[in-house]
């Protein structure tokens, strides 16, 4: 599974408990541009910084590869998308993960590409 951003970061708040269970024994993996996008933001507190930069040390951190890039380029002339979500769907699609998402409906229109909102099911 890859994880989109909104996940890792429900995941880092204490009401969440299911959702941490749930991942933790997934083995589950980021994309790069959602490992900067989540460790990057300005205003994180301390105890988040913390607690997401274990997370991410316990993830598997998938590189932005040319195959990824390719997949993200294929799916922005199909229809208009963030670069970061065009990203993470390419990641998703090339290393053949289930993309985790609170966001299904943003990723709904692409063939081929698994989808599990882990907050809903």
């Known amino acids: 599974m890859l ?9 880092a708040e204490p009401q969440h408990v299911a959702l941490r269970q749930f991942i933790e024994p997934q083995s589950p993996a980021v ?8 460790l990057g933001y300005h205003k994180l507190s301390q105890d988040d910084r913390e607690f997401l930069e274990r ?14 890039v390719q997949e993200a380029v294929r799916l922005r002339q199909q229809r208009k998308m963030t670069l970061g979500d065009s990203i993470v769907a390419g990641t998703a699609l090339t290393h053949g ?6 966001n299904t409906q943003d990723f709904s229109w692409i063939p081929g590409l698994k989808l599990l909102n882990p907050l809903r099911e």
């Open 3 to 11: 994880l989109d951003s909104n996940i890792i970061i429900y995941a």
């Open 31 to 38: 994309s790069i541009v959602r490992y900067i996008e989540v």
């Open 55 to 68: 997370f991410f040390r316990a993830a598997v951190i998938l590189p932005l590869s040319d195959a990824v």
């Open 97 to 102: 993960r289930t993309l985790v998402t609170h």
